[in-house]
């Protein structure tokens, strides 16, 4: 529990940097085509060390995310024999990706807005959207819904609550992160990653 809390504690101090923005509009962008942490755990630490900005955190997240997800979408769309395939063997998708397929020819709209908001990694979603070849501006727009709703929403309730979330997370810092561990080992088994 060490490493989470070195890992709490630094980002609690680089959000207080001139870059801290770009480092967590960097991590929303890479998570969102293909890197495995969600922005969540920079994002939280961010705002709970500068409440006042919560909602320009939001906006970053939301944007980058975005992005993020166009640039998965191209993954899918265009590059998945070469890039795509990698990644999809990566994270050990392939059965994975061939069920998706039925779910996006039914539900792709409900399936972006429904996964970018859950835990569910938001890479599998922009991936299999290009692949699957969902129109690109319904993806753009259900993108923007889905994130934009979850950053919101954490950035609103640590602005209301910050201080007492803060105080929580101090206190109980151990037992949260073996919890988070083991939800997103548990999430991670659920859908093949």
Known sequence: MKIFRYLYNWTLEQSSKKYASWF???????????FPIPPDIILI??????????????????????????FGYIIGFALFNSIGIILVNFYGMNDYIE???EYYNDYGILFVLIAGFTPI???IVTIASGLFQ??????????????????YLIAFLLY????????FIDKYFN????????FWEDKSSIIGI
């Open 45 to 70: 630490p961010m705002i709970l060390a500068k409440r006042t900005k919560a909602f320009i955190f939001a906006a970053v997240c939301t944007i980058f995310s975005v992005l993020g997800g166009l």
């Open 99 to 101: 069920n998706l397929k």
């Open 134 to 151: 969902l129109n690109l501006i319904v993806f753009i727009l259900c993108s923007f819904v889905a994130r934009g709703c979850r950053f």
């Open 175 to 182: 037992i949260l992160a073996l919890v988070f561990t083991e």
């Open 121 to 123: 990694p938001f890479k």
């Open 160 to 167: 209301q609550f910050g201080e007492s979330i803060r105080n």
């Open 24 to 34: 967590l509009g960097f991590i929303s962008f890479i998570e969102s085509s293909f």
